[in-house]
């Protein structure tokens, strides 16, 4: 890594990008008929599915049940071609169980869960391709199979990351940026209330530092937030356009 130069003189990163930039985001809702809700979604050379089934009866053991509320179960795995090594386990490892659980809590805090009492809700995600921001890809595409499963939401998630390299903050780092090294944040905000869902720091960050790289985090999930809310309304469109003929 000690020859490659993260940040030009320029102001351009490895990918050609200016430091505040989004990777290209593309989407498609709807992708499996069987699932009550499911998307894919790739950020740059990351490439991420989602399904959701439910809310539903609570399967298995009847005492986790929730009185008040629907129980949120996530599922993360990266499939075993996603990355340069073969991975033996592509969950159930540290890393994914770390994941599922943040995943977890993203969308408790965005599902309107008290809606649906003893009942339960499925939300599993597969890594496809691996190139950086894996977490904030699923986070992204689990908010529109969500939304197309018909489950209501305090509002979008959208997710970023943001680094700090040579004194300047980064959005949505790809996987050279990320290895690099350097303090890393990823967000998940709700966007119309600032409300914030998740926050993870890999690494120490002077204070001084946190509000810039804070800023490009949550600037990055508002323009991912415009991004998938056109996805949203060029997917209704087209169901729409199609139960009208």
């Known amino acids: 890594m000690a020859g490659l130069e993260l940040l030009s003189d320029e102001g351009y990163r490895v990918d050609g990008r ?18 009550d809700g499911s998307a894919y979604l790739e950020q740059g050379n990351t490439k991420a599915l989602a399904v959701v089934y439910g809310p539903h009866e609570m399967r298995g053991s009847r005492s986790k049940a929730l009185h008040d509320r629907a129980l949120v179960n996530c599922q993360y795995s990266m499939a075993t071609f996603s990355t340069g090594e073969r991975k033996r386990r592509p969950h159930g490892d540290r890393k994914s169980s770390e994941m599922t659980l943040h995943l977890k809590q993203t969308f408790e805090a965005a599902i309107l869960t008290q809606l649906y009492p003893r009942s339960q809700i499925d939300i599993y995600v597969q890594i496809l391709q691996a190139d950086g921001g894996n977490y904030c890809a699923c986070v992204n595409a689990a908010t529109l199979a969500t939304i197309d499963a018909g489950i209501p939401m305090r509002d979008y998630v959208c997710a970023c990351s943001a680094g700090f390299i040579e004194d300047t903050p980064l959005a949505d780092l790809n996987y050279v940026e990320e290895a690099a090294g350097g303090p890393q944040v990823a967000l998940a905000l709700l966007p119309k209330s600032d409300q914030i869902a998740l926050l993870e720091m890999n690494s120490r960050l002077h204070e001084d530092h946190l509000e810039q790289v804070m800023e490009a985090a949550s600037k990055a999930c508002k323009d991912v937030y415009a991004v998938l809310d056109q996805v949203v309304r060029d997917h209704v469109h087209e169901v729409t356009t199609l139960l009208g003929e």
């Open 18 to 35: 200016r430091a505040g930039e989004l990777r290209k985001v593309r989407a498609r809702m709807g992708v499996f008929a069987q699932a």
